[in-house]
Each structure stands twice: as C-alpha cells, then as structure tokens.
C-alpha cells in the first residue's frame, strides 16, 4: 500500500505540488448497545481509504477517496492539487511546512494480552448481559438501562514527499453501563459508570474495573439520586471530581489553545503567552502516550495525522501559559513548536489541531482536607458534557454531586449546571487533590468541524475551586 | 464522465449496486431478508481563515447493510461501494446476526411501501460550479467582513458545494432512490475591543448556486454591535425574545424527544399519553415537513425507503401526531410517518433511528418589531443557545446560556447584554408562548417564526 501512496505522491509532485502527504487508514469499529434488554444496536463499521494533503503556492487541498484502485488514487491526488491551484490566488497568509527530518517507523504493535478485537461477538455480548444482571440486582425504580460496548482497532499508514514513513495500530476499547431510575415525582435520574482506552481486556478483570463493578456503580449512584434535591442556584465553592475536572480542562481550556484558534486569532489566548492566566495551583498538559495502571487508561497516540511523533506539551505550569497544540500548518502562525497535534478522525478529513490525554496535574490534598477547605459548595461529580464559545464562557452539566456544608457531605444534589468564563474560572482555583484519573474510550469523544467522537484522553485530579456559578435549573 | 452525467444517472446507478447486492444476499443467505442502503455524495469545500486557505474536496460513498434471521437484527457499513465493500457489509451483518441468541419480537421487518414523495429542486449550476467560483465565493465573504471594522481580529469565510444521493432496497422487493445539490456560505466573526472578545455569524443555504454577497458584512455588524455589551444586572422573570435562529433551537429541543416515537414507546417522552391533549396555546401549528422543494434536507424517502410526506404535529395546540420510523410504529400500533434516518447526514454508518426532518410553525401577523414593541421590558435572544442540547429532555427543564442577547426597553432594542442564563421548562413553554412573528423564510433550524415568552428567569 505504501508504495501505491507513493506513486501517487510523485504524480502530484510532477504537476507542480511543493509539498504531498498521504494517509491510508483501515479501521473497524464494533459497537454493541442493549436498550432495556434489546439489543438496538449490533453494529461494524470497515472505515477504509486514502487522503491526499497537496501544497502548492501556499494553499492546501484535501481530497479523499475509498476506492484504493490505482486510478481512484490518482484522480484523488490531482484532485486535490487542482484544489490547491484554485485556492492559490486567496491566499493572503500561506500554509506551508517546515521542512522536518523524515521518520520511518513500521509496525508499532500494542502488547496486550487479551486484544478486544480478536474476541468473539458472544463474547461482547456477554459483558453486556453481566452488567445488565448487576445492575438490576444493586438498581432501584429503574426506568431505563443501556449498555454499550465500543471498539476501534485497525491500522494507518502514513507517507510523505520529503519520506516519512509511519505504519500503526490505533485501538480504543469502551464499556459503560447507565441507568436512569424514577423518583417520585416522576422525573428521571441518570447515572453511569464505566472506563475505556488503549487497553487489552485484561483490564477488565483489575479491581474495580470489571464490567460488574462499572453495572454495580450506577445502579448505585442512580439509586441515590431518587430522592436527591436540585441543587441551589448562586455563586458557591464547589470541588469537581475526576473526571469532570478532566472534561472541563479539554473543553473549556484545551480547546483555546489549539493551533488554528491562536493563529486565526479567535482564542483569547492567542496573545498572551507568558502571561499569568491561573492560581498557582493548576498545571496542564497534553500528550500522545502516557503509562497505563489501574486509574489511568490514555488513547495512545505515537503519532498524529501529519507523521509527527506526539510530544508532552505543558500549556499551563502553574496558571502561566506556556504553549499551544501545534500541527505543522499552523506551528509557523503560532510560537512555532510542532507539537504532534494534527488528527482527523478517518481519511475523510484533512488533520487539523486536536487534543491527546489533556489533564490537570495532581496537586497534595486529600479529598478529606479539599472538602474540609471548601467548606460549604457543591461537589460536583461527572458529566454528560458542555459547551464552550470562542470567548472562553462555559457551560456544563454535571450528573450528580453532594451539597457541602462545613465541610461535611449533607445530602445528594441532582444533575446541575456550571457556567462562567474559564479565563476567570482559572483564577478561582484553590488547591487539587493528589488522586489521579484520567480515562478515553470510544464513546463520547471530542467533537470539532464534523469529526466526532475522536478518542481523547482526560483527567486529573479533583480541583478546589473558591466560586463557580450553579444552577439555575428549576426547584 | 462529467458531473452531469454521473447525476443524471446517478439514481439508476446506485439502484444497480443495491440490486446486484440483493441478488448476492439472497443466493448466498436465503434464508435472512437483507436491505441495503448506498450513498454517493460529491462536496467541494472552501475554508478562508484568517488569510489561510482551506480546500477540501470528496464524499460520502459507503454502504450499509442490516440482515436479519428469526428477528435477530445485524447491522454493518463499508466505506466504498465497489462489489468487496457491498459484500464485506452483507457478511459482517448476516455474522452478527447469527451471533445473537435473543430474538428481538418487535421486529416486523423491511419497509415494502411502493410510494415515493418528491425530490427537491435540482440545479444543474451546482454541477458545474467550479473550484475557482467557490474560491471566489469564500473570498468575498472573508474580505466583506474582515473590511468591515478595525476591530474585527478573526474572520472564518466558507462555501461548501455538494450533490449526490443515496438507493435503498430490500428483500421486500422495495428499491427506490432520491438526490440533492446544494450549496452553504458561512460567515464566523471575532471581534474585539479591550478585553472584551465578541463571537457572530451568518449564513446562506439553497438547494441552487446562491449569491454569497452580504453574509460577510451581517456577520461582522452582529459581531461589533455584541462588543458594547454592558451586564444586564438583574435576576428575574421576563419577556424573552427568540428571533428565527434560536426559536428555531429552541423549538426543535422541545420537540426533538417529545414527539420521536422511541421515546414515546419507551415511556421516556412526557407526551407519550397525552394525544389528542391540549399541550400548547390556542392558535399553535406545526408540522414536520420533509417536502420544502427549496429545503436542502428535503428528500423523497425516508431512510428506509418510506415515502417522505408532512406531519402535522399540533393542531390548534393540540397535540396530533407523534414520529415514527417503522420499527417503532408497528411496536406502538400507529402509522410510520416516513422519519427515519441515519443521523443527521443519512450516514451510510447508521442503522435506521427517527428524527424530525424540518419543523415549521405557522406565522402570525405581527412583526419582529411589533413583538419587541408588546414584549415592553424584556431580552431579544439571537446566535447560538449554549446549553439547550443539555436540556433534561424528560422532564423538559433547561438552563441556557446566551453570549449574544440584547435588552429590550419600552418596546425597543436597547443595546446588547453580556451572557444571560435564561431558565424554564422546554414543554410547560408551549403554553407560556405570548407572540408570533410573521417571518416565513426557511433557516437551518426549521421553518420557525421568531417567538415571544413570558415566565422564563433571567439572570446576568
């Protein structure tokens, strides 16, 4: 196959292209999802094709194809010089490389014991059956039960005109089990409860972290949200939980920093390196690979869609802003660092600037002293996601939590929603606690220009913050 | 071959692979019933950020495939349509179809309805409409509003060109076909004065070669009028105005769970016993319309090859219909309605789920003036609503944001406001409507007038 994208490179470099990448990706994905004992959805996907990146006179085209025939290669290529050509005359700032040293890299093989894609269907179908007896069996007034089981695996090559030559295994395996219970009003609750990542199912056989603890945790949680209250509306302390911390980093943050917004300038960021963005307490970093152990499960990304190696990229250290996520298009408009930055979700889309595993770095609180220093606030715990504008103002819902008072858990609170401006919000932040999770998985990944869900990473620890505002929602 | 003429065939084409599919899924697997659903789509899409160019041209072009044996139902895609994609797909899903041990007994089987609704309007300009014009096109919008104001620091100019359609057939006998072209110009804007970043846009969609002009320039006057935002410094009910974008989110929300069949076979839509009930205020009509020939999401099937036909929805504010695809409409014992579809795109990665097509409410007479001027003291709401699709869909209560509303004082626009949270519950709003707009054009989000409220809290 290399050597096909290579005849074709050299097509589009004798029409006059200065520059050409190709990219062959051959995926499947599997998911399963029972609904309230059907299974709804029994599902493969084969994802297989061939993207062409031309450059030429400073403008880039993007064109792609699945038919992997000589002739479909070559129509593709000239296709997307001809866009580029076309595009020429527009261009007022170019994108174009620096020039980089070529990495060869082949057959980058995971070394998981037990590899989710080689299991048999029955085999997904039966964790899907052990969670749903599970969580019948912990679950109260339970109105609704999904289950899900989520895969990717398959390989992507890459090359280039200045040879490059990269061949991997991306793999992504996701369980997760939610249950929606009655109170009674008659409204629902919604909890879930589940892990996912670059992982071999040895994993989920860990403390924990098996299928029955995932079923076990929202039936449970969902159980105790039926006779939760709303939680109060106004300004308040509050500690986010894990995951939510995690989630608020990428979304509300992370996002900000990514190359194509600091060099059009639509982030307000863009102008401010150096500058003092946050408290002292918050650290944040991005990167392609991480270890794995019983709290951390990363999407492992050895190398982005441009077949540049992902490196650690710290973008606050201390609440100081020190660096943005770079592919090699937008690194020249920005501070220059190429950082392995550049993913498109399949071969139908052109590499643009996205995230890894994105986290804030544990502070040394326990949870005991974070609460005890909140004192009285919202503890807020998950999430079923968020929105952000360009300017920075937030909103997220989070699933559940407790209302603190004095430092003591009162009561349980229903899903409640966060809202601010995270270049504020930065600036609220007391203190972080020294757990740390971070999770990816199939389901639920970032979504940005069409491309959802690309598996990410996200994390951290629990985060203390002086005030958010909450709320909102009807009494 | 020409663009022309791969359109102009297009339909029977695509009718060919399915059929030839059918006849390998039937000799090979006789004893499952199979549909097979292809897609071939052709987009050309031109970004202009910030001075940098962004070409991008291809398609959709896959297959999907659900085989089913005693009920038990396997679905799966392939990328491409050549033989070895159909093929791979009737394999993988006649596969998991044997690998289930539970019957699924709601199943009833494939769509064997003959009828078809109508294509939308076709333009042939669309097929000719070469990379320089589209070029140009995201050119003028980008330079309309980068000219606009000094303090206009990013400006995102787009037009996307696409045709195409998609066949389905099945072992009912079924096989029918339907196409598109259209064409969508973006403008997206940040402006900026002190500290103060402000985000706006607009846009054109047609199912023909639109002119671009002008898309720029709005989108850069929304962006700087947002800029002089002032805190609006008050937590209270008020009237709130929604102009078409967001009556349209707002609406769409609202009914987006509570009329879709599945939720209402589920128990999970808080009208599922509530037909024939009184659930908004005298005077309220709407439909779904999948049949709006200038509508680029208009099609002549649905996702299973039902024909596409209107909904009426609420009569009178009584509620008159749920949607259904035909899965849900034989398990609820109601009609199919013709709204299936795999997800907003018709994704060839999809199985058949429901969704409503393109809400339309009926007009009233007033103006958008006339309902600022009887709002009094209130907020007119525009962009995007943050938050609305992290609305709790079951029991209707929502908590959104918005970066770009303006006060409305003694019946007239005062001046823009810094993000309000705007709170209440999607379906008790039905009935707290208090006004009508009279606008009747076609957005993004349906064919919805702009919308006047009384009972929401305001806070900011």
Partial sequence: MLDKLNKAIKIAENNGAKFVDARYDNLLIRTIVKDNGRISNLKAMKRAGVGFNVFYKGASGYAFTADISDAALENAVIKALGIAKASAPAVVIKSEYEPATPTKSVDLNVNFKEKPWELDTSDRLDILNRMETVAKEHGEKISSLMLLYGELSGTKLFTNSEGTSISWKPNVVDIRTMVSSKTPSGDLVRASSGNGGSIGMEFYKTKDNTPEDFAKNAALWAKELIDAKAAPAGEFAALTENNLSGVLAHESFGHLTEGDFIGQKSSPLHDRIGEQLGSEHVTMIDEGVMDTDAKVTPFHLPFDDEGSPTNKVTLLEEGVLKGFLNSRATAPLTDGVVTGNARAINYTFNPIPRMRNTYVSPGDLTEEEAIEQMGTGIYAIGTSGGQVTGDGTFLFKAIRGYWIENGEKKYPIKDVTLTGNILHLLKEIGGATRDFELKSGYFGGCGKNGQFPLPVGYGGPKILFNKIRFGGEMQ | ?460
Avoid: C
């Fill in chain 2, 1 to 460: 071959m020409n663009e022309k003429e791969f359109f102009d065939t297009l339909k029977s084409d695509l009718q060919a692979i399915v059929d030839t599919g059918i006849k390998y899924a039937s000799n090979t697997y006789n004893d499952f019933s199979h549909e097979i659903y292809i897609i071939n789509t052709k987009s050309l899409d031109i970004s202009i950020n910030a001075g940098m160019v962004d070409a991008k041209a291809g398609g959709q072009v896959g297959v999907g495939v659900r085989s089913v044996k005693d009920k038990k139902v396997g679905f799966a895609s392939a990328s491409g349509i050549s033989d070895e994609s159909v093929n791979f797909a009737i394999d993988a899903a006649v596969n998991l179809s044997k690998s289930l041990t539970e019957a699924d007994d709601r199943w009833t089987g494939f769509v064997s309805d003959k009828r078809s609704g109508k294509d939308g309007i076709l333009d042939d300009k669309i097929l000719e409409y070469s990379s320089e014009e589209a070029v140009d096109g995201a050119n003028k919008v980008f330079h309309e509003a980068k000219e606009f104001d000094k303090r206009i620091i990013s400006v995102s100019g787009s037009t996307t060109i696409s045709y195409g359609g998609f066949a389905i057939g099945n072992t009912e006998g079924l096989s029918k076909a339907s196409r598109y072209t259209y064409a969508v110009g973006t403008s997206y804007i940040t402006a900026k004065a002190g500290d103060k970043t402000k985000n706006a846009f607009d846009y054109i969609m047609s199912r023909e070669v639109p002119s671009f002009d002008g898309i720029g320039t709005s989108g850069a006057k929304k962006a700087i009028d947002l800029l002089e935002s002032k805190p609006l410094g008050k937590t209270s009910e008020m009237t709130v105005v929604f102009d078409q974008l967001t009556a349209g989110q707002f609406i769409q929300t609202g009914l987006g769970n509570s009329i879709n069949g599945k939720s209402v076979l589920e128990g999970r839509s808080i009208w599922a016993d509530r037909m024939g009930d009184n659930i908004g205020i005298k005077g309220l009509n709407i439909y779904d319309n999948p049949q709006i020939p200038e509508d680029p999401g208009m099609q002549a099937i649905d996702a299973e090859g039902f024909p596409r036909e209107p909904i009426k929805i609420i009569d009178d504010g009584v509620l008159k219909s749920f949607i259904f695809d035909k899965y849900n409409a034989d398990a609820h014992g109601s009609e199919n309605t013709g709204n299936a579809s795999r997800n907003a795109s018709q994704s060839f990665e999809a199985a058949p789920g429901i969704s409503t097509s393109t809400i339309t409410l009926d007009p009233g007479s007033k103006s958008i003036d006339k309902l600022l001027e009887e709002a009094g003291d209130g907020v007119y709401i525009t962009g995007f609503l943050m938050g609305i699709s992290h609305s709790n869909l079951i029991s209707g209560d929502f908590s959104i944001v918005s970066p770009s509303a303006y006060r409305i004082e003694n019946g007239e626009l005062a001046g823009a406001i810094d993000s309000i949270t705007i709170a209440g519950n999607l379906y008790k709003s039905f009935n707290q409507l208090v006004n009508i707009g009279n606008e009747k054009d076609l957005t993004f989000v349906g064919k919805i007038p702009s919308l006047a409220y009384d009972g929401f809290t305001v806070s900011g």
